[in-house]
T-cell receptor, first 111, second 114 residues
Framework: QKEVEQNSGPLSVPEGAIASLNCTYS??????FFWYRQYSGKSPELIMS????GDKEDGRFTAQLNKASQYVSLLIRDSQPSDSATYLC???????????FGAGTRLAVHP | DADVTQTPRNRITKTGKRIMLECSQTKGHDRMYWYRQDPGLGLRLIYYSFDVKDINKGEISDGYSVSRQAQAKFSLSLESAIPNQTALYFC?????????????FGPGTRLTVL
């Protein structure tokens, strides 16, 4: 069974701090990795995609990928209360663009 | 206008009833998916379709069926609803011609089976 694991949280950080969200995956041949943000009762919103080892930055968000360790992370700099949400890690596996989702990490940014 | 729409947004029904959830998209994507989300379990794939003539089961297809009426429309049916099908249901789409095939989600349907 191919799995994607995330700490469920909640991860609580003060406003302005860096939030670090982590994800591990079991399928070594996975090639594409995605982070979605989901507010309570809303649909997942794609915020980052990463395909190569290393870091990818987009505004306050940085995704980090280490395929050797089967590990992907998301850093949120200057965290804001509006960042409070559940963050879903998703891994593309197989040849049919199927995504396997982690259960998500709940982030709470407090003023 | 929303790129991916789902109807209804909320539905309460009784055990044994037939239910259809509908998904439409204006993104021009060829690939469409149905997921369900339960608290603590994340998103699980029910069915997916890569074009009108291609339908595939996901990890939890038992008790569900789908129909791809057109490239833009993908419906999910529960032939005889049961309480453990109470969940949040999401439709998603992706562009098979894109390099990384990111998936984009509709607003969801909250289904309650009594």
């Amino acid at each position: 069974q191919k799995e994607v694991e995330q700490n469920s949280g909640p991860l609580s950080v003060p406003e302005g701090a860096i939030a670090s969200l982590n994800c591990t995956y079991s399928d070594r041949v996975s090639q594409s990795f995605f982070w979605y943000r989901q507010y309570s009762g809303k649909s997942p919103e794609l915020i980052m995609s990463i395909y190569s080892n290393g870091d990818k930055e987009d505004g306050r968000f940085t995704a980090q990928l280490n395929k050797a360790s089967q590990y992907v992370s998301l850093l949120i700099r200057d965290s804001q209360p509006s960042d409070s949400a559940t963050y879903l890690c998703a891994v593309k596996t197989g040849g049919y663009n199927k995504l396997i989702f982690g259960a998500g990490t709940r982030l709470a940014v407090h003023p | 206008d929303a790129d991916v729409t789902q109807t209804p947004r909320n539905r309460i029904t009784k055990t044994g009833k037939r239910i259809m959830l509908e998904c439409s998209q204006t993104k021009g994507h060829d690939r469409m998916y149905w997921y369900r989300q339960d608290p603590g379990l994340g998103l699980r794939l029910i069915y997916y379709s890569f074009d009108v003539k291609d339908i595939n089961k996901g990890e939890i297809s038992d008790g569900y069926s789908v129909s791809r009426q057109a490239q833009a429309k993908f419906s999910l049916s529960l032939e005889s609803a049961i309480p453990n099908q109470t969940a949040l249901y999401f439709c998603a789409t992706s562009d098979g011609g894109a390099v990384y095939n990111e998936q984009f989600f509709g607003p969801g349907t909250r289904l309650t089976v009594l």
